[in-house]
């Protein structure tokens, strides 16, 4: 207080105080109306620009979990990706219904455990459409009963999959190796995080014939996103300049493919309008040729050439370019 007020202004301070002409132990005096509840460990309250860039990794992913998985759900399935968002685990959780296959894997590249998340109705699908049959599944009730043996390991084949393409995805940012830890059904006893871990979700919706049918959740904590976080948006910006450079290499080679009209003007002549009325079909106008003439694209001069004849046709040699040509 004595780096603030001076010690002729403590002393007042204290004397006041003391025989009670100043008030004390009020506080600020904020009106209750005024005060609210801030948890810094809600994932609402964080900023947009502290959402890991993972978007054009989730395109890749989901590129090449669609072209996996057309075969077999006979080309009909389209897979689209919901932007990643971050949510505590305990909500997650709340989220999804019973039973659910939810697969724990240890990634030590991100120095965290990873959850990969299928939904009961698209590992129906998958298992119908895997043993022959012609889906898709109508049932819309919710499954009141556990996995069969079968689906649990059509589960298991399907999101050891998601981990290849999810490694394949990451190679610009880290090299992603899967070491399996275990399954769950029944979200109650996922307990493979403290609930109020903050998990960024990224979401796979897969769809039939612009039917949704399911999805696949990959939950990754945020804290283990943080450190490559430059990586991540760096290997952002460079996939955006590489589609920029399929674009201009395709923009491009429309152009070179685009075909122009060429002209040239052999000779001209001056004549005065009573000669031009008296002109007749047959009569003869002299011309000088230039030694060289020019070669055109609408009125935009493009090259300098000579006149004559090659493999029995009218044809101009290029002897020069114009310096206005682009």
């Not at 007042?12 to 948890?39: H, N, P, Q, Y």
């Not at 995805?169 to 995080?193: H, K, Q, Y």
């Not at 002299?286 to 694209?297: F, G, R, S, Y």
Request: aromatic letters at 8%.
């Amino acid at each position: 207080m004595s780096e603030v007020l001076s010690p002729e202004e403590v002393d007042a301070l204290l004397k006041g105080v003391s025989s009670g002409d100043v008030e004390s132990g009020g506080g600020f005096g904020m009106a209750d109306a005024e005060v609210r509840a801030l948890d810094l460990t809600n994932p609402e309250w964080m900023q947009h620009n502290q959402m890991p860039p993972l978007d054009f990794l989730n395109q890749v992913l989901g590129r090449k979990l669609a072209n996996n998985i057309r075969p077999l759900l006979k080309n009909q399935a389209q897979v689209s990706v919901d932007a990643p968002r971050l949510c505590s685990y305990a909500d997650y959780v709340a989220e999804i219904s019973r039973p659910t296959s939810i697969h724990q894997t240890n990634v030590s590249a991100l120095d965290s455990d990873v959850l990969f998340v299928l939904h009961p109705d698209l590992l129906l699908n998958y298992v119908d459409f895997y043993y022959g049959g012609e889906g898709p599944h109508e049932d819309n009730e919710p499954l009141n009963r556990d996995f069969t043996v079968t689906e649990l390991g059509v589960a298991i084949r399907f999101q050891k999959k998601a981990q290849r393409f999810m490694a394949e995805a990451w190679e610009p940012v880290a090299a992603l190796e899967f070491e399996e830890i275990g399954t769950e059904t029944n979200p109650e006893f996922s307990n493979f995080f403290n609930p109020a871990d903050v998990m960024t979700v990224s979401r796979f919706n897969v769809s039939l014939e612009e039917r949704p049918i399911g999805w696949l959740d990959i939950l990754i904590p945020n804290t283990a996103l943080e450190p490559f976080q430059r990586q991540l948006i760096a290997a952002s910006r460079g996939d955006q300049l590489q589609k920029q450079s399929r674009w201009a290499h395709a923009f491009e080679a429309q152009i070179r493919n685009t075909e122009i009209e060429l002209s040239s003007v052999l000779g001209t002549t001056r004549i005065n309008l009573g000669e031009l009325v008296k002109l007749r079909i047959g009569d003869i106008l002299p011309l000088e040729l230039p030694e060289t003439v020019q070669l055109t694209a609408g009125s935009v001069p493009l090259f300098r050439g000579t006149f004559g004849v090659s493999n029995g046709h009218n044809a101009i040699r290029i002897v020069e370019r114009l310096q206005n040509q682009a």
